[in-house]
């Protein structure tokens, strides 16, 4: 895994027609005796030339300029070259072209045919691609694909591409077929139906193309899979490797919690960075920053309170965490003698009693904002400093910036590391999980205008206070924010049909989707949520029964 074999530039096109039990895709079957998924079951493509920027080419695209493929793709320059390619591997290994001519007129299925000659010429390099399309006379009907998806193949490998997958619908009557070459069968499968002959071991599925396929599965038109992708927002997949806790290596992909935090800790891919959430264990999450995990593994800490270490030289403690003596005795010994702050994200029991600790061991600052006087609060925290949104705390060479991020608790900040752009969330942003709000000190409406600041942020990566690191802030903030709202949306039409419920009976229908055993937990939630609405004017509350308030043209 310690290669540095570059990835190769590649594209492929997923072609969907209609079927008469749904959509179906195309498929080819590579030779066993391939150097790269030999067996496999594939989309047609293949990787990038040099010539697919041939500007000769360039000029035969038909609706999609250089400058919207770049956008599209997320890259500075050659961006239309990934279309091109897509087209001329999909003509090369199936004989479907998805081009017209200078009069506009699609090619059809004769029209494929009297072309089909030039397909191996083509592949062996005999003919260039312009040659062709000038010769032929022909469009690449660019505006017909729709970006879908971007795969990386994973150190390791022989051969390593950077493919974006490309979706467009099939030309009437093209049905395709292999060169009998490279590609050894064909055929045109329902993507849940190959999925499951995958599994029944009647065909090979990279796991690229079998998630692709479980996408398609959903749609129950060709046509919608490809208005869906027009719109769709595209996710990196770039598959990595990491040891787990008993020093095995696996390999880990986008859906895995894992992820972005293999990628932040192991940015050059070398595979040895650990996965494992071990409490007590001293990860070095990069080159400021160390975790080390409380015992205090539930229902609401997941694997347990992360406690960070920040800094080069002298250390601040985010988040001491539970006055467990052992946990303090980790977090002392990774601090070596350097630790000079203890700044908590909030003062819930899990995340600040041990600053009490740590202060009379090292002499360090406590930082943070007073507790509010609520249940479920470490009264004893007692900040030296208070800090305001916007102040920043110098660490020899490196800042953070506190952010105010009421919401969860009422005396919540983040704490950006300006240096790296790496946020540290306490409970504002949990892994794997959404938070408890939990009134009077949790406030539902401020913690969505908390997650909104979010975005006015800077910020690459969000270390949690439970849990592994979180990439894509923004995405992450978005989800949350309509999982929230859907959330709300579910209380009203609860309320619309059930008339005036209580908590207990409204649990029941805002919640279905969770189980029973979480419902007291849940209800937390809930009752900020009403408190939001209530406070809207949108719902009264009334004898503990809860009711929608009707607009003057309701009533």
């Not at 409380?294 to 800094?311: E, K």
């Not at 609860?494 to 279905?512: K, N, Q, S």
């Not at 408190?531 to 719902?539: F, I, P, Q, S, T």
């Amino acid at each position: 895994m310690t290669d540095k074999l570059a990835a190769r530039p590649a594209a492929t096109v997923l072609l969907l027609r209609d079927g008469s039990l749904g959509p179906e895709a195309f498929l080819l079957q590579r030779t066993r005796s391939a150097a790269f998924l030999a067996g496999a079951y594939v989309f047609p493509g293949g990787a990038l030339d040099k010539a697919d920027e041939d500007i000769r080419v360039l000029r035969r695209v038909a609706g999609l300029s250089d400058a919207e493929a770049n956008a599209r793709l997320g890259v500075e320059v050659g961006g239309l070259g990934y279309w091109v390619a897509a087209v001329r591997e999909c003509f090369e290994e199936s004989g479907i072209l998805l081009a017209e001519g200078e009069s506009g007129r699609p090619v059809d299925a004769a029209r494929a045919a009297q072309l089909a000659p030039y397909r191996s010429a083509l592949h062996a390099g005999k003919l260039a691609f312009a040659d062709f399309l000038e010769r032929e006379r022909l469009l690449l009907r660019a505006g017909d694909l729709a970006y879908f998806g971007h795969w990386i193949t994973a150190p390791g490998r022989a051969r390593r591409f950077d493919t974006r997958f490309f979706l467009a619908l099939a030309p009437a009557e093209q049905a395709g077929s292999h060169d009998g070459s490279e590609l050894i069968s064909s055929l045109w499968l329902r993507p849940q139906e190959a999925i499951e002959r995958e599994a029944r071991g009647e065909l090979e599925l990279v796991f690229a193309t079998k998630n692709t396929l479980a996408d398609l599965a959903r749609f129950a038109r060709a046509r919608d899979a490809l208005e869906h992708a027009r719109e769709a927002e595209v996710e990196t997949n770039r598959a990595c490797w990491a040891l787990g806790p008993d020093g095995a290596a696996s390999l880990f992909r986008r859906r895995d919690p894992q992820y972005f935090e293999i990628h932040w800790s192991d940015p050059d891919e070398t595979g040895l960075t650990n996965v494992a959430l071990e409490p007590g264990v001293a990860k070095r999450l990069d080159p400021y920053v160390t975790r080390i995990i409380a015992p205090n593994p539930g229902m609401m800490t997941g694997p347990g309170t992360n406690t960070y270490l920040v800094g080069d030289q002298d250390l601040a403690v985010i988040d001491p965490g539970p006055a467990i003596d052992a946990h303090v005795a980790a977090v002392l010994a990774a601090g070596a003698g350097r630790i000079r702050w203890v700044l908590c994200t909030h003062t819930h029991l899990d995340h600040s009693p041990a600053a009490a600790a740590i202060k009379a061991a090292t002499g360090a600052v406590l930082i943070g904002r007073p507790a509010p006087a609520h249940p479920g609060q470490d009264a004893g925290f007692a900040p030296e400093r208070v800090l305001e949104h916007g102040d920043r705390l110098m660490l020899g060479g490196l800042t953070l910036r506190a952010l105010h991020t009421p919401g969860h608790a009422s005396n919540h900040l983040c704490y950006l590391l300006e240096n790296t752009r790496m946020l540290f969330t306490g409970d504002h942003v949990m892994q794997g999980s959404t938070v408890v709000i939990n009134p009077p000190d949790g406030d539902m409406r401020a913690y969505l205008g908390s997650l909104e600041l979010l975005l006015g942020e800077d910020i690459l990566i969000l270390a949690p206070g439970h849990g592994y690191l979180i990439g894509e802030p923004h995405r992450e903030a978005r989800r949350l924010i309509r999982h929230r709202l859907a959330r709300e949306a579910k209380v009203l039409s609860a309320l619309a049909r059930l008339g005036a419920p209580t908590l207990e009976e409204l649990v029941l229908a805002v919640y279905d989707d969770v189980q029973p055993r979480l419902h007291g937990v849940a209800m937390r939630s809930l009752a900020a949520h009403l408190a939001k609405l209530a406070a809207e004017g949108r719902v009264r509350v009334a004898e503990l029964r809860y009711t929608l308030v009707q607009s003057p043209a309701e009533g």
